[in-house]
DNA sequence: TGTAAATATTTCGAATTCGAAATATAATTA
DNA sequence: TAATTATATTTCGAATTCGAAATATTTACA
């Protein structure tokens, strides 16, 4: 049997997957970057800027331009921290909080309705597999 | 319990599994694109363009310029078909198939050495669900 | 305290990626 | 056979992504 489907269906799956996030966030002028750092804020409150990378899986070179268009689309505000000098926090604005309220159940109910071709214990499953493969591509 | 969950660690194994195969084949200074239409051409003798991208994740706007790149490496090599002429037949050069017989089997140990902390029984399982969710998310 | 190492973030330049529209040829059908 | 539709591929312009190096500040420690 072929050694390499896991990671062909693995990629696959990850490709279609993004492909419907993607399709549907982008009607609300958003791309994946970008909306990983809102839902991040979203829940967090008030995040630094590494605590949103810490989160998120955007390198920081790319990061200082998505925080960027945020910021210009009137989403996030970014203030330099008092405590130290070299970071800023972000946190979402009115409007950013408010657009969320709208797109975030819509977002989570999309992403439901994929993965509810799995029963529970096969979801469970997957995402133990998952967590497994992640460590282990990490040690490497 | 979250409902993403199994997106989010769905997205992180993609991601340092995508990171993993990427820092390996850079080595050999090529990008994962590219590596993919290598490794369909190495299986597959002689593709198509359309062949190509129906084996990969690339679209077809940003494949002429994989391609390109791959013929100017000197990796492939590109010929107008003689019976259908909008389409272009694509073919390992010696070159390129010699680097293949280096790359493959390391690229598919390295694949190989991630995925082994599954046993059998998981990595079946994991397939199983993977492609359920790969149907899944294209009817959307 | 002064200097070195660590941390947070940005800048830079270049490569890659994308969707939409354009081009060229082939297949279909009226 | 002419006109229409389908298919294969490329072009275009713009946005995104990346790693490496730079900057600024803080922490460690000699």
Do not use: C, W
Request: glycine share 4%; aromatic share 6%.
């Amino acid at each position: 049997m072929n050694e390499l489907k896991t990671i062909t269906v693995l990629f696959r799956a990850y490709n279609s997957l993004e492909k419907a996030v993607r399709d549907d966030i982008a009607k609300y002028g958003l791309n994946t970057s970008e909306f990983g750092v809102l839902e991040a804020l979203y829940h967090k409150e008030k995040l630094s800027v590494k605590g949103v990378i810490d989160k998120v899986l955007t390198p920081n070179s790319s990061m200082s331009y998505v925080i960027e268009n945020l910021v210009n689309k009137g989403y996030i505000i970014k203030n330099q921290s008092e405590k130290d000098k070299r970071s800023f926090v972000l946190e979402l604005t009115q409007m950013g909080r408010k657009m969320m309220d709208v797109i975030f159940p819509l977002h989570k109910q999309n992403i439901r309705d994929i993965l509810n071709v799995l029963d529970k214990e096969e979801e469970i499953a997957l995402q133990k597999a998952l967590v497994k493969i992640g460590k282990s591509s990490l040690r490497k």
